[in-house]
């Protein structure tokens, strides 16, 4: 039976709450205790997927195709565990499965209410969700007071009676701003917040102030008489260079030790941070830079990419360099194309995912830019479909060429709408999603990077390399060296005589890890740290 750990946020959203919750279950996790975690949405939306990136940041894609918040990625990079659809919960899944169950009569007559089967509903999830871990964190998605958000809050407080107190923590993160004009720190918004929860039923256990400093003691004590919450369980999540130091920065304050004992689960072993100090350890020590340049549509919002700047991040400290993003938005390289000319001093450049025509031939300027300049490349997903449609138009000669997506009258469409997406009539979870088997073709670069025939890789698009046109393109010099297994549809291309250029269509940032950095990642770094020849 797992113990659960329920962390709420309070005063305002992203002050990194999701970066605490990863880090706790870090915590857990170096004690040799099975650790899971869960992530609660309160919009009403099923899932991530339909939703704009300028809305809600990146969209992270779970190997079972569950589209999710991208919470479930700092999870997953830091418990270096592969999660489910179903550890993302929000309050679309939770209606949507009420009422079906209503319409088919289910709850036989009864009045169907928030209290109990909203609630019963939500807490059914999160069980069911937690099977297997001896520990599960459940971040609480918002901001306590929203009205959207009460049910959950409402459904961890009865959890608390059903599982008791030694089974449950509540642990709230909430701001404690500085204030720049007298340099003080202000705990009012904190507690607050803590005043909402105690309204509805909830007594923090833990506070985790979120600051720019460590707290000191007298901060600390004023925060701890206030909110009702003993001395040592008050910490603090300050600014530092990395997320990563997360984990570490509690840890030195006691917090792993305060919630074992919490939890009763103190017997447990000597916290192991080895391979952690490693990665921190090459952090510290990288001396050298490397500027790595962004192409994307969505750039005004950097947690658009989130993923993707980690896989980046975990690539260069291995490789025991710095990295520096420069962001190029492609609506501007599109109304002015000579400003791609700003990103040709980069090291490296990945043109990254997205959808829809805006912006596009921004992104095709950069492809051609590093294609023509000898900078190391790489595309991911529509990346690499816009890396097709350059080579396309550039190299093979086709003029017009373009994706159906982007110009259904193309005279020359490279890129097309897979033949299982054309009956598609609805949006929300019926791209290709999740991992697929790739096969790699031997002697092509792709294959010496993964050093093995296949691997798995997460999808999420509906266009595809239309294979029409491929006997042409590889004519002029383009290598396939990446096949779905399961059916014949182009998953990687490079090409030769290039320093370094490679495009997929899955998407390799979601399974990189600290300790074990993506492929495609590792290759690029290690190409754009080359001397340019």
């Not at 109990?116 to 937690?130: A, G, L, Q």
Request: aromatic residues 8%; proline residues 5%.
């Amino acid at each position: 039976m797992p113990k659960y750990v329920f962390v709420t946020g309070g005063v305002l959203s992203s002050v990194g709450k999701g970066v605490v919750s990863a880090s706790i279950g870090r915590i857990l996790k170096a004690r040799g205790l099975r650790v899971t975690a869960i992530k609660v949405d309160p919009y009403l939306n099923v899932d991530a997927g339909t939703m704009s990136p300028f809305a809600h940041g990146e969209v992270f894609v779970t190997y079972d195709g569950g589209e999710t918040d991208l919470d479930l990625g700092h999870y997953e990079r830091f418990l270096d565990v592969e999660l489910s659809r179903d550890n993302n919960i929000t309050s679309g899944q939770i209606y949507h499965a009420v009422i079906s169950r209503e319409r088919r009569g289910e709850y036989l007559g009864q009045t169907v209410q928030l209290i109990p089967h909203v609630t019963d509903e939500i807490k059914d999830r999160i069980r069911s969700s937690s099977g297997g871990a001896d520990v599960s964190v459940v971040e609480i998605g918002g901001t306590v007071g929203d009205y959207e958000q009460l049910p959950f809050l409402e459904a961890i407080r009865q959890m608390r009676i059903e599982e008791g107190a030694e089974n449950t923590a509540y642990i709230h993160v909430a701001l404690v701003p500085k204030l720049w004009s007298t340099g003080e720190l202000k705990t009012k918004p904190l507690q607050h917040s803590v005043v909402e929860l105690r309204r509805i039923g909830i007594q923090p256990d833990i506070i985790i102030a979120r600051s720019q400093e460590p707290l000191p003691d007298d901060i600390r004590k004023k925060v701890a008489l206030f909110a009702n919450v003993p001395f040592g369980a008050i910490f603090a999540s300050y600014d530092v260079d990395t997320m990563y130091r997360v984990p570490k920065m509690l840890e030195s304050q006691g917090f792993g030790e305060y919630l074992t004992r919490l939890l009763r689960l103190d017997g447990r072993q000597e916290p192991r941070w080895d391979e952690w100090d490693a990665y921190l350890s090459k952090w510290d020590n990288a001396v050298r830079s490397v500027k790595v340049v962004m192409c994307g549509k969505y750039v005004k919002l950097r947690d658009s990419y989130i993923s993707i700047v980690e896989a980046v991040t975990h690539a260069a400290v291995h490789l025991g360099v710095r990295p520096i993003f420069k962001w190029c938005d492609s609506d501007l390289v599109e109304k002015e194309p000579a400003r791609i000319w700003d990103y040709a001093d980069a090291d490296a450049l990945i043109v990254l995912p997205g959808f829809g025509r805006r912006g596009t031939e921004g992104m095709i300027e950069g492809v051609r830019l590093a294609r023509e300049e000898g900078i190391p490349f790489l595309g991911i997903c529509f990346g690499m479909q816009l890396a097709i449609v350059e080579f396309a138009r550039n190299v093979a000669g086709l003029r017009g060429a373009n994706s159906e997506e982007l110009d259904p009258e193309t005279p020359h469409p490279v890129v097309h709408l897979a033949p299982e997406q054309r009956h598609v009539d609805a949006y929300g979870g019926t791209m290709i999603l999740g991992n697929k088997e790739v096969e790699l073709v031997p002697g092509t670069l792709a294959h010496g990077l993964y050093g093995a025939s296949t691997t798995v890789e997460r999808h999420r698009h509906r266009y595809e390399v239309n294979l029409d046109y491929l006997p042409m393109l590889v004519e002029r010099g383009l290598i396939v060296s990446g096949w779905r297994r399961d059916s014949r549809k182009v998953e990687i291309v490079e090409l030769r005589g290039h320093p370094y250029f490679v495009a997929s269509q899955f998407h390799p940032e979601f399974r990189s890890r600290p300790t074990r950095p993506a492929p495609l990642f590792l290759g690029l770094l290690k190409a754009a740290i080359e001397p340019r020849k």
